[in-house]
Protein backbone atom coordinates (compact mmCIF):
# COMPACT_ATOMS: atom_id res chain seq x y z
CA UNK A 1 0.00 0.00 0.00
CA UNK A 2 2.85 2.40 0.50
CA UNK A 3 5.41 1.65 -2.27
CA UNK A 4 5.31 4.96 -3.94
CA UNK A 5 5.91 6.51 -0.42
CA UNK A 6 8.34 4.53 0.20
CA UNK A 7 10.52 5.36 -2.64
CA UNK A 8 9.84 9.22 -2.37
CA UNK A 9 11.00 8.87 1.36
CA UNK A 10 14.08 6.76 0.61
CA UNK A 11 15.10 9.44 -2.06
CA UNK A 12 14.66 12.49 0.61
CA UNK A 13 17.28 10.79 3.04
CA UNK A 14 19.68 10.39 0.13
CA UNK A 15 19.57 14.22 -0.08
CA UNK A 16 21.29 14.73 3.17
CA UNK A 17 23.99 12.00 3.36
CA UNK A 18 26.51 14.46 3.66
CA UNK A 19 25.19 17.33 6.20
CA UNK A 20 26.83 16.76 9.77
CA UNK A 21 23.90 18.96 11.56
CA UNK A 22 20.08 19.67 10.89
CA UNK A 23 19.26 23.08 10.56
CA UNK A 24 16.58 24.76 9.29
CA UNK A 25 17.98 25.39 6.18
CA UNK A 26 19.34 21.73 5.23
CA UNK A 27 15.80 20.36 6.20
CA UNK A 28 13.88 22.36 4.39
CA UNK A 29 14.12 20.64 0.93
CA UNK A 30 13.87 17.39 2.30
CA UNK A 31 10.71 18.64 4.25
CA UNK A 32 9.29 20.08 1.42
CA UNK A 33 9.83 16.46 -0.72
CA UNK A 34 8.07 14.51 2.41
CA UNK A 35 5.28 17.29 1.83
CA UNK A 36 4.85 16.00 -1.71
CA UNK A 37 5.27 12.61 -1.13
CA UNK A 38 2.37 12.74 2.02
CA UNK A 39 -0.02 14.45 -0.57
CA UNK A 40 1.02 11.92 -3.25
CA UNK A 41 -0.25 9.27 -1.01
CA UNK A 42 -3.54 10.75 -0.62
CA UNK A 43 -2.75 11.81 2.98
CA UNK A 44 -5.41 14.89 4.08
CA UNK A 45 -3.55 17.88 3.65
CA UNK A 46 -4.65 19.76 6.94
CA UNK A 47 -2.91 16.86 8.16
CA UNK A 48 0.38 16.92 6.19
CA UNK A 49 0.88 20.63 7.42
CA UNK A 50 0.31 19.84 11.05
CA UNK A 51 2.92 16.84 10.65
CA UNK A 52 5.56 18.71 8.32
CA UNK A 53 5.23 21.85 11.05
CA UNK A 54 6.00 19.17 14.29
CA UNK A 55 9.08 17.41 12.31
CA UNK A 56 10.32 21.08 11.36
CA UNK A 57 10.24 22.14 15.02
CA UNK A 58 11.58 18.63 16.52
CA UNK A 59 13.72 18.59 13.77
CA UNK A 60 16.28 21.64 13.85
CA UNK A 61 18.60 21.96 16.17
CA UNK A 62 19.30 18.22 16.94
CA UNK A 63 22.63 17.54 17.53
CA UNK A 64 23.78 14.69 15.10
CA UNK A 65 24.48 12.14 17.41
CA UNK A 66 28.14 10.36 17.18
CA UNK A 67 27.87 7.76 14.20
CA UNK A 68 24.82 8.26 12.73
CA UNK A 69 24.55 10.46 9.84
CA UNK A 70 22.09 13.41 9.36
CA UNK A 71 19.81 11.90 7.33
CA UNK A 72 19.62 8.95 9.74
CA UNK A 73 18.56 11.50 12.07
CA UNK A 74 16.01 13.07 10.14
CA UNK A 75 14.59 9.27 9.58
CA UNK A 76 14.53 8.83 13.67
CA UNK A 77 12.83 12.57 13.68
CA UNK A 78 10.02 11.19 10.59
CA UNK A 79 9.53 7.86 12.02
CA UNK A 80 8.73 9.25 15.74
CA UNK A 81 6.12 11.02 14.44
CA UNK A 82 4.26 8.71 11.81
CA UNK A 83 3.74 6.76 14.59
CA UNK A 84 2.36 9.33 16.69
CA UNK A 85 0.17 10.80 14.13
CA UNK A 86 -1.11 6.93 13.28
CA UNK A 87 -1.86 6.62 17.82
CA UNK A 88 1.62 5.55 19.09
CA UNK A 89 3.29 2.87 19.93
CA UNK A 90 1.37 -0.25 20.49
CA UNK A 91 -1.90 1.15 18.89
CA UNK A 92 -5.56 0.52 20.65
CA UNK A 93 -6.80 -2.95 21.70
CA UNK A 94 -10.75 -4.42 21.86
CA UNK A 95 -11.99 -3.75 24.82
CA UNK A 96 -12.91 -7.62 25.39
CA UNK A 97 -14.88 -8.45 28.91
CA UNK A 98 -12.88 -11.19 31.43
CA UNK A 99 -14.90 -14.50 31.40
CA UNK A 100 -17.74 -14.40 33.52
CA UNK A 101 -18.89 -10.67 32.21
CA UNK A 102 -21.18 -11.94 30.20
CA UNK A 103 -20.54 -11.42 26.02
CA UNK A 104 -18.45 -8.79 24.77
CA UNK A 105 -20.81 -7.00 21.69
CA UNK A 106 -19.10 -5.58 18.62
CA UNK A 107 -20.98 -3.47 16.53
CA UNK A 108 -19.64 -3.18 12.27
CA UNK A 109 -20.80 -0.37 10.56
CA UNK A 110 -19.53 0.97 7.44
CA UNK A 111 -21.35 1.47 3.68
CA UNK A 112 -21.94 -1.18 0.96
CA UNK A 113 -18.75 -1.88 -1.04
CA UNK A 114 -16.13 -1.90 1.98
CA UNK A 115 -15.91 -5.30 2.29
CA UNK A 116 -18.04 -5.29 6.09
CA UNK A 117 -19.75 -8.67 5.95
CA UNK A 118 -16.51 -10.13 5.30
CA UNK A 119 -14.49 -8.59 8.01
CA UNK A 120 -16.75 -10.02 10.69
CA UNK A 121 -16.12 -13.18 9.57
CA UNK A 122 -12.21 -12.24 9.89
CA UNK A 123 -12.59 -10.92 12.81
CA UNK A 124 -14.79 -13.96 14.12
CA UNK A 125 -11.56 -16.33 13.34
CA UNK A 126 -9.15 -14.15 14.30
CA UNK A 127 -10.92 -14.04 18.19
CA UNK A 128 -11.65 -17.65 17.21
CA UNK A 129 -7.51 -17.99 17.19
CA UNK A 130 -7.31 -16.05 20.47
CA UNK A 131 -9.58 -19.30 22.10
CA UNK A 132 -12.42 -16.85 22.13
CA UNK A 133 -16.28 -18.47 21.15
CA UNK A 134 -17.82 -15.77 18.50
CA UNK A 135 -21.60 -15.78 17.52
CA UNK A 136 -22.32 -13.56 14.00
CA UNK A 137 -25.55 -11.78 14.14
CA UNK A 138 -27.19 -10.84 10.47
CA UNK A 139 -28.72 -7.62 10.29
CA UNK A 140 -29.00 -6.95 6.99
CA UNK A 141 -32.41 -7.62 6.04
CA UNK A 142 -32.29 -4.74 2.92
CA UNK A 143 -29.92 -6.84 0.91
CA UNK A 144 -30.85 -11.21 1.35
CA UNK A 145 -27.28 -11.48 -0.15
CA UNK A 146 -25.51 -10.27 2.87
CA UNK A 147 -26.92 -12.91 5.20
CA UNK A 148 -26.43 -15.50 2.89
CA UNK A 149 -23.11 -14.29 2.72
CA UNK A 150 -23.02 -14.52 6.47
CA UNK A 151 -23.76 -17.97 6.80
CA UNK A 152 -21.59 -19.37 4.02
CA UNK A 153 -18.34 -17.60 5.79
CA UNK A 154 -19.59 -18.44 9.44
CA UNK A 155 -19.99 -22.14 8.01
CA UNK A 156 -16.33 -21.60 6.80
CA UNK A 157 -14.94 -20.57 9.50
CA UNK A 158 -16.83 -22.82 12.02
CA UNK A 159 -18.46 -20.06 13.74
CA UNK A 160 -22.33 -19.95 14.69
CA UNK A 161 -24.63 -17.09 12.37
CA UNK A 162 -27.82 -15.90 13.76
CA UNK A 163 -30.48 -14.60 11.54
CA UNK A 164 -34.51 -14.21 11.17
CA UNK A 165 -34.07 -13.61 7.58
CA UNK A 166 -35.50 -10.43 5.81
CA UNK A 167 -38.40 -9.66 7.73
CA UNK A 168 -37.11 -9.42 11.29
CA UNK A 169 -36.97 -5.67 12.93
CA UNK A 170 -32.36 -4.72 12.89
CA UNK A 171 -32.87 -4.05 16.52
CA UNK A 172 -34.44 -6.80 17.62
CA UNK A 173 -32.67 -9.01 15.44
CA UNK A 174 -29.44 -8.27 17.46
CA UNK A 175 -30.80 -8.01 20.90
CA UNK A 176 -31.65 -11.61 20.71
CA UNK A 177 -28.50 -12.87 19.26
CA UNK A 178 -26.62 -10.92 22.54
CA UNK A 179 -29.65 -13.20 24.44
CA UNK A 180 -28.44 -16.04 22.36
CA UNK A 181 -24.84 -15.64 23.28
CA UNK A 182 -25.91 -14.98 27.06
CA UNK A 183 -27.81 -18.38 27.35
CA UNK A 184 -24.68 -20.59 25.81
CA UNK A 185 -21.67 -18.46 27.06
CA UNK A 186 -20.71 -17.15 23.97
CA UNK A 187 -17.62 -14.77 24.76
CA UNK A 188 -18.17 -12.19 21.61
CA UNK A 189 -21.18 -11.38 19.66
CA UNK A 190 -20.22 -9.65 16.31
CA UNK A 191 -23.11 -7.71 14.62
CA UNK A 192 -22.88 -7.12 11.29
CA UNK A 193 -25.74 -3.85 10.60
CA UNK A 194 -26.83 -2.85 6.93
CA UNK A 195 -24.92 -0.53 5.07
CA UNK A 196 -26.18 2.15 2.34
CA UNK A 197 -24.56 3.93 -0.75
CA UNK A 198 -24.26 7.42 1.53
CA UNK A 199 -24.65 8.45 4.80
CA UNK A 200 -28.48 9.27 5.67
CA UNK A 201 -30.46 9.37 8.95
CA UNK A 202 -32.39 6.14 8.23
CA UNK A 203 -28.75 4.80 8.36
CA UNK A 204 -27.62 6.76 11.70
CA UNK A 205 -31.25 5.76 13.17
CA UNK A 206 -30.99 2.23 12.73
CA UNK A 207 -27.53 2.02 14.07
CA UNK A 208 -28.10 4.00 17.44
CA UNK A 209 -30.97 1.63 17.80
CA UNK A 210 -29.12 -0.98 17.63
CA UNK A 211 -26.36 0.32 19.87
CA UNK A 212 -28.79 0.82 22.32
CA UNK A 213 -30.77 -2.15 21.96
CA UNK A 214 -27.58 -4.57 22.44
CA UNK A 215 -25.47 -2.61 24.60
CA UNK A 216 -22.69 -2.43 22.13
CA UNK A 217 -19.27 -2.39 24.28
CA UNK A 218 -17.25 -1.96 20.34
CA UNK A 219 -18.33 -0.09 17.37
CA UNK A 220 -16.06 -0.61 13.93
CA UNK A 221 -16.18 1.35 11.34
CA UNK A 222 -15.07 -0.63 8.05
CA UNK A 223 -13.82 1.46 5.37
CA UNK A 224 -11.76 1.01 1.88
CA UNK A 225 -8.68 2.21 2.36
CA UNK A 226 -8.51 2.93 -1.37
CA UNK A 227 -11.19 5.38 -0.95
CA UNK A 228 -7.52 7.80 0.92
CA UNK A 229 -8.27 10.99 2.86
CA UNK A 230 -12.17 10.28 2.09
CA UNK A 231 -11.98 7.16 4.53
CA UNK A 232 -10.56 9.41 7.26
CA UNK A 233 -13.79 11.88 6.71
CA UNK A 234 -16.37 9.16 6.79
CA UNK A 235 -14.72 7.83 10.16
CA UNK A 236 -15.23 11.33 11.55
CA UNK A 237 -18.99 11.66 10.06
CA UNK A 238 -19.70 8.76 11.50
CA UNK A 239 -18.19 9.46 14.84
CA UNK A 240 -20.19 12.30 15.44
CA UNK A 241 -23.70 10.59 14.69
CA UNK A 242 -22.98 7.04 16.69
CA UNK A 243 -19.92 7.19 18.61
CA UNK A 244 -17.64 4.61 17.00
CA UNK A 245 -14.68 3.19 19.12
CA UNK A 246 -12.05 2.89 16.12
CA UNK A 247 -12.13 1.54 12.61
CA UNK A 248 -11.29 -1.19 10.59
CA UNK A 249 -9.52 -0.41 6.90
CA UNK A 250 -10.07 -2.92 4.37
CA UNK A 251 -8.19 -3.74 1.22
CA UNK A 252 -4.88 -2.75 2.22
CA UNK A 253 -3.03 -5.13 -0.25
CA UNK A 254 -4.21 -3.17 -2.98
CA UNK A 255 -3.28 -0.52 -5.48
CA UNK A 256 -4.25 2.01 -2.39
CA UNK A 257 -1.39 4.51 -1.93
CA UNK A 258 -1.99 4.45 1.97
CA UNK A 259 -3.27 7.96 2.47
CA UNK A 260 -6.07 6.47 4.67
CA UNK A 261 -3.97 4.88 7.60
CA UNK A 262 -2.25 8.08 8.03
CA UNK A 263 -5.48 10.42 8.42
CA UNK A 264 -8.14 8.57 10.10
CA UNK A 265 -6.75 8.66 13.60
CA UNK A 266 -5.92 12.59 13.29
CA UNK A 267 -8.87 13.60 11.82
CA UNK A 268 -11.75 11.71 13.28
CA UNK A 269 -9.59 11.65 16.61
CA UNK A 270 -10.71 7.26 16.71
CA UNK A 271 -7.66 4.81 16.34
CA UNK A 272 -7.18 1.81 13.63
CA UNK A 273 -7.38 -1.33 15.07
CA UNK A 274 -7.54 -4.14 11.97
CA UNK A 275 -6.13 -4.13 8.41
CA UNK A 276 -7.72 -6.37 6.29
CA UNK A 277 -5.02 -7.62 4.01
CA UNK A 278 -5.82 -9.91 1.29
CA UNK A 279 -8.87 -12.22 0.55
CA UNK A 280 -8.59 -14.41 2.44
CA UNK A 281 -10.21 -15.62 5.86
CA UNK A 282 -6.64 -14.98 8.13
CA UNK A 283 -5.77 -11.88 6.17
CA UNK A 284 -6.85 -9.21 9.36
CA UNK A 285 -4.24 -8.15 11.26
CA UNK A 286 -3.93 -6.06 14.40
CA UNK A 287 -3.08 -2.32 13.43
CA UNK A 288 0.38 -1.33 15.57
CA UNK A 289 1.26 2.23 14.46
CA UNK A 290 5.31 1.40 14.92
CA UNK A 291 4.98 -1.95 12.80
CA UNK A 292 3.34 0.74 9.94
CA UNK A 293 5.42 3.31 10.12
CA UNK A 294 8.51 0.70 9.40
CA UNK A 295 7.10 -0.40 6.55
CA UNK A 296 6.88 3.18 5.19
CA UNK A 297 10.30 3.88 5.85
CA UNK A 298 11.36 0.50 3.93
CA UNK A 299 12.70 -0.99 7.01
CA UNK A 300 10.54 -3.96 7.40
CA UNK A 301 8.68 -5.39 9.80
CA UNK A 302 10.15 -8.06 11.32
CA UNK A 303 7.95 -9.13 14.06
CA UNK A 304 4.59 -9.42 11.90
CA UNK A 305 7.10 -12.02 10.08
CA UNK A 306 8.14 -13.92 12.58
CA UNK A 307 3.99 -13.75 13.97
CA UNK A 308 3.22 -14.90 10.64
CA UNK A 309 5.86 -17.90 10.26
CA UNK A 310 4.51 -19.60 13.96
CA UNK A 311 0.91 -19.06 12.72
CA UNK A 312 1.58 -20.44 9.35
CA UNK A 313 4.29 -23.05 10.05
CA UNK A 314 3.49 -25.39 12.78
CA UNK A 315 6.24 -26.95 15.75
CA UNK A 316 5.90 -30.55 14.58
CA UNK A 317 6.21 -29.43 10.48
CA UNK A 318 9.36 -27.16 11.87
CA UNK A 319 11.20 -30.09 13.66
CA UNK A 320 10.45 -32.40 10.53
CA UNK A 321 11.74 -30.26 8.04
CA UNK A 322 14.80 -29.73 10.60
CA UNK A 323 15.29 -33.44 10.36
CA UNK A 324 15.30 -33.30 6.41
CA UNK A 325 18.24 -31.12 6.37
CA UNK A 326 19.81 -32.66 8.60
CA UNK A 327 19.78 -35.80 7.87
CA UNK A 328 20.41 -34.65 4.13
CA UNK A 329 17.01 -36.44 2.92
CA UNK A 330 15.42 -32.64 1.51
CA UNK A 331 13.53 -33.73 -1.45
CA UNK A 332 10.92 -32.02 -4.46
CA UNK A 333 7.96 -32.54 -1.92
CA UNK A 334 10.06 -30.41 0.97
CA UNK A 335 10.46 -27.98 -1.85
CA UNK A 336 6.98 -28.02 -2.56
CA UNK A 337 5.51 -27.84 1.33
CA UNK A 338 8.21 -24.74 1.81
CA UNK A 339 6.76 -23.00 -1.25
CA UNK A 340 2.91 -23.70 -0.02
CA UNK A 341 3.85 -21.96 3.63
CA UNK A 342 5.48 -19.41 1.77
CA UNK A 343 2.06 -18.52 0.29
CA UNK A 344 0.32 -19.13 3.62
CA UNK A 345 2.12 -16.19 4.76
CA UNK A 346 1.47 -13.92 2.14
CA UNK A 347 3.50 -14.84 -1.00
CA UNK A 348 6.97 -13.85 -1.76
CA UNK A 349 5.93 -10.47 -2.44
CA UNK A 350 4.47 -10.24 0.85
CA UNK A 351 7.05 -11.65 2.71
CA UNK A 352 10.03 -9.44 1.08
CA UNK A 353 8.03 -6.19 2.15
CA UNK A 354 8.56 -7.37 5.52
CA UNK A 355 12.28 -8.24 5.20
CA UNK A 356 14.28 -5.28 6.07
CA UNK A 357 16.19 -4.03 3.21
CA UNK A 358 14.03 -5.34 0.37
CA UNK A 359 12.60 -1.79 -0.44
CA UNK A 360 15.33 -2.01 -2.54
CA UNK A 361 13.74 -4.82 -5.19
CA UNK A 362 10.95 -3.43 -7.36
CA UNK A 363 7.91 -4.63 -8.14
CA UNK A 364 8.87 -5.95 -11.42
CA UNK A 365 11.42 -8.00 -10.06
CA UNK A 366 9.03 -9.17 -7.01
CA UNK A 367 6.69 -10.12 -9.89
CA UNK A 368 9.62 -12.11 -11.61
CA UNK A 369 10.03 -13.88 -7.64
CA UNK A 370 6.61 -14.71 -7.50
CA UNK A 371 6.50 -16.02 -11.22
CA UNK A 372 9.88 -18.25 -10.96
CA UNK A 373 7.42 -20.04 -7.89
CA UNK A 374 4.65 -20.28 -9.99
CA UNK A 375 6.84 -22.35 -12.42
CA UNK A 376 8.60 -24.39 -10.19
CA UNK A 377 5.49 -25.31 -8.32
CA UNK A 378 3.80 -26.50 -11.78
CA UNK A 379 6.88 -28.73 -12.17
CA UNK A 380 7.12 -30.40 -9.04
CA UNK A 381 3.31 -31.05 -9.40
CA UNK A 382 4.16 -32.45 -12.96
CA UNK A 383 6.71 -35.09 -11.49
CA UNK A 384 5.40 -38.93 -10.29
CA UNK A 385 5.74 -39.22 -6.24
CA UNK A 386 9.12 -41.13 -7.34
CA UNK A 387 10.70 -38.32 -9.24
CA UNK A 388 9.84 -36.26 -6.39
CA UNK A 389 11.65 -38.19 -4.04
CA UNK A 390 14.63 -38.74 -5.83
CA UNK A 391 15.40 -36.40 -8.27
CA UNK A 392 18.21 -38.34 -9.47
CA UNK A 393 15.49 -39.96 -11.64
CA UNK A 394 15.18 -36.81 -14.01
CA UNK A 395 19.25 -36.66 -14.52
CA UNK A 396 20.97 -39.67 -14.28
CA UNK A 397 19.92 -43.15 -16.21
CA UNK A 398 18.54 -44.14 -19.76
CA UNK A 399 14.97 -43.22 -19.09
CA UNK A 400 16.32 -39.21 -17.40
CA UNK A 401 15.50 -37.23 -20.66
CA UNK A 402 12.12 -39.31 -21.39
CA UNK A 403 11.29 -38.30 -17.91
CA UNK A 404 12.10 -34.33 -18.36
CA UNK A 405 10.30 -34.18 -21.51
CA UNK A 406 7.23 -35.90 -20.11
CA UNK A 407 7.24 -33.43 -16.75
CA UNK A 408 7.86 -30.34 -19.27
CA UNK A 409 4.88 -30.92 -20.99
CA UNK A 410 2.81 -32.11 -18.42
CA UNK A 411 3.17 -28.32 -16.65
CA UNK A 412 3.12 -26.85 -19.98
CA UNK A 413 6.51 -25.46 -19.27
CA UNK A 414 9.88 -25.16 -21.58
CA UNK A 415 12.76 -27.40 -20.64
CA UNK A 416 14.66 -24.65 -19.26
CA UNK A 417 12.60 -23.96 -16.70
CA UNK A 418 13.50 -27.48 -15.77
CA UNK A 419 16.58 -27.48 -15.97
CA UNK A 420 16.50 -25.02 -13.69
CA UNK A 421 15.08 -25.77 -11.29
CA UNK A 422 17.01 -28.93 -10.89
CA UNK A 423 19.98 -26.88 -10.91
CA UNK A 424 19.04 -24.63 -8.20
CA UNK A 425 17.62 -27.69 -6.18
CA UNK A 426 20.98 -29.17 -6.63
CA UNK A 427 22.66 -26.29 -5.33
CA UNK A 428 20.56 -25.63 -2.07
CA UNK A 429 21.05 -29.56 -0.96
CA UNK A 430 25.23 -28.82 -1.81
CA UNK A 431 24.78 -26.00 0.42
CA UNK A 432 22.79 -27.76 2.84
CA UNK A 433 25.00 -31.20 2.65
CA UNK A 434 28.32 -28.09 3.56
CA UNK A 435 25.64 -27.02 6.50
CA UNK A 436 25.16 -30.47 8.15
CA UNK A 437 29.17 -31.82 8.11
CA UNK A 438 29.82 -28.22 9.98
CA UNK A 439 27.21 -29.22 12.59
CA UNK A 440 27.86 -33.11 13.05
CA UNK A 441 24.58 -34.09 11.30
CA UNK A 442 24.52 -37.55 9.35
CA UNK A 443 25.52 -36.07 5.76
CA UNK A 444 28.80 -35.99 7.62
CA UNK A 445 28.89 -40.01 7.65
CA UNK A 446 26.95 -40.98 4.49
CA UNK A 447 26.41 -37.82 2.29
CA UNK A 448 23.21 -37.15 0.37
CA UNK A 449 21.10 -39.39 -0.59
CA UNK A 450 20.39 -38.87 -3.48
CA UNK A 451 22.93 -36.70 -4.21
CA UNK A 452 22.86 -34.88 -7.68
CA UNK A 453 26.81 -34.98 -9.08
CA UNK A 454 28.03 -31.38 -10.14
CA UNK A 455 28.86 -33.20 -14.05
CA UNK A 456 24.91 -34.03 -14.18
CA UNK A 457 24.35 -30.56 -12.82
CA UNK A 458 26.48 -28.96 -15.15
CA UNK A 459 25.47 -31.13 -18.11
CA UNK A 460 21.95 -31.03 -17.64
CA UNK A 461 22.34 -26.80 -16.84
CA UNK A 462 24.29 -26.93 -20.99
CA UNK A 463 21.37 -29.05 -22.10
CA UNK A 464 18.67 -26.24 -21.04
CA UNK A 465 20.19 -23.54 -22.92
CA UNK A 466 21.28 -25.44 -25.89
CA UNK A 467 17.42 -26.38 -26.45
CA UNK A 468 16.68 -22.52 -25.81
CA UNK A 469 18.29 -22.01 -29.03
CA UNK A 470 16.41 -21.53 -31.88
CA UNK A 471 16.97 -23.32 -35.18
CA UNK A 472 19.70 -21.96 -37.32
CA UNK A 473 20.87 -19.78 -34.73
CA UNK A 474 23.61 -22.22 -33.18
CA UNK A 475 26.43 -20.76 -30.60
CA UNK A 476 29.40 -22.01 -31.54
CA UNK A 477 32.47 -21.20 -28.95
CA UNK A 478 34.98 -18.60 -30.13
CA UNK A 479 38.54 -19.88 -30.75
CA UNK A 480 40.90 -17.79 -28.98
CA UNK A 481 43.97 -16.56 -30.92
CA UNK A 482 46.75 -17.27 -29.43
CA UNK A 483 50.06 -14.96 -30.32
CA UNK A 484 52.89 -16.52 -32.50
CA UNK A 485 55.40 -16.15 -29.65
CA UNK A 486 53.70 -17.98 -26.91
CA UNK A 487 52.94 -20.61 -29.35
CA UNK A 488 56.35 -20.66 -30.49
CA UNK A 489 57.74 -20.89 -26.47
CA UNK A 490 55.17 -23.54 -26.33
CA UNK A 491 56.14 -25.62 -29.07
CA UNK A 492 60.02 -25.32 -27.96
CA UNK A 493 59.32 -26.28 -24.64
CA UNK A 494 57.17 -29.35 -25.78
CA UNK A 495 60.58 -30.53 -27.88
CA UNK A 496 62.94 -30.52 -24.68
CA UNK A 497 60.15 -32.19 -22.43
CA UNK A 498 60.35 -34.66 -25.48
Do not use: H
Not at 32 to 42: G, H, N, P, T, V
Not at 54 to 59: D, F, G, R
Not at 113 to 129: D, E, H, I, M, W
Not at 230 to 247: C, H, Q, R, S
Request: proline residues 3%.
Amino acid sequence: AFGTLTDRLNGVWAALKDEDDLSAENIKAPLKDIRRALLEADVSLPVVRRFIKSVEAKAVGVKVTKGVNASQQLTKVVADELCELMGGFGGDKLALKDEGEGPTVILMAGLQGVGKTTACGKLSLFLKKQNKTALLVATDVYRPAAIDQLKKLGEQIGVPVYDEGVDGNPPEIAAKGVQKAKDEGIDVVIVDTAGRLTIDEQLMGELKATKLATGADETLLVVDAMTGQEAATLTAAFNDAVEITGAVLTKMDGDTRGGAALSVREVSGKPIKFTGVGEKMDALEPFYPERMTSRILGMGDVVTLVERAQEAVKEEQANQMRDKIMSATFDFNDFLTQMEMMQNMGGMGGLMKMMPGANGMSDREMQEAEKSLKVAQSLIMSMTPQERQFPDMLVAGASAESRRQRVVRGAGRADRDLANLIVMFGGMRVKMQKMTEQMGGAAADVGLTPQLSADDLNALAMEGVRKNVSPGMVRRQKVKKVPKAEAKKAEEVGVERA
